[in-house]
């Protein structure tokens, strides 16, 4: 890597570091350590292929999404406690309701990484089904199984989400919470 990459490397990482490292955050379900490993591991491999990636904020974060599903088949069990608090994000921020935003987080946290890996991509990064089977690597079909498992395990271990949310009678639990606690 010449001089001028290197310092379009380090421009890269200062200027996308805090929106990376809250993604990393949601994905590994609230740990700022292991958010911080997923980051690092997904540069290292960005700096090695720096001069033929053209969008580098697009492979880090493929790199992440597929090192945190790859992690968690290996068994990493660093992403089961998550007891920090969310990375500061610049500007201000909406006001939301702290319960819900409570809510959401607990109830995230006990999703499988790849469920939510899924849900991150198709409510957050408001991805297509075939876009996010391409990112994960894996079929259009397991990419809508696990999105429909994860929202249905969302519904029994958090139904107060749909009150939280405004929706009475069947408890139904969609994007827009999901959606909320990422923004």
């Known amino acids: 890597m010449d001089r001028v990459d290197e ?7 200062a200027q996308r570091s805090p929106e990376l490292i809250r ?3 949601v994905l590994v379900g609230g740990d700022s350590h292991a958010a911080k490993d997923l980051l690092q591991a997904a540069l290292v491999k960005l700096v090695a292929r720096w001069q033929q990636v053209d969008d580098p904020a697009a492979y880090v974060r493929v790199v992440m999404y597929r090192q945190q599903i790859s992690w968690w088949r290996r068994g990493w069990s660093r992403f089961e406690v998550a007891t920090d608090s969310v990375p500061e994000r610049r500007g201000s921020e909406p006001a939301h309701s702290a319960e819900l935003r409570l809510s959401v987080r607990v109830a995230l946290r006990r999703l499988t990484p790849k469920q939510r890996a899924v849900l991150f991509l198709r409510y ?14 894996c079929s259009v079909g397991t990419v809508r199984s696990t999105n429909h498992r994860a929202l249905a395990r969302l519904r029994t271990i958090a139904p107060e989400l749909a009150e939280l949310n405004g929706e009475t009678g069947g ?5 827009p919470p999901i959606r909320e606690v990422w923004q």
Do not use: K, T
């Open 171 to 175: 408890g139904r639990v969609g994007s």
């Open 124 to 137: 957050f990064e408001d991805q297509p089904e075939a876009d996010v089977a391409e990112i994960l690597g």
């Open 23 to 25: 993604r990393a955050y």
């Open 7 to 13: 310092d379009r490397f380090r421009d890269f990482v």
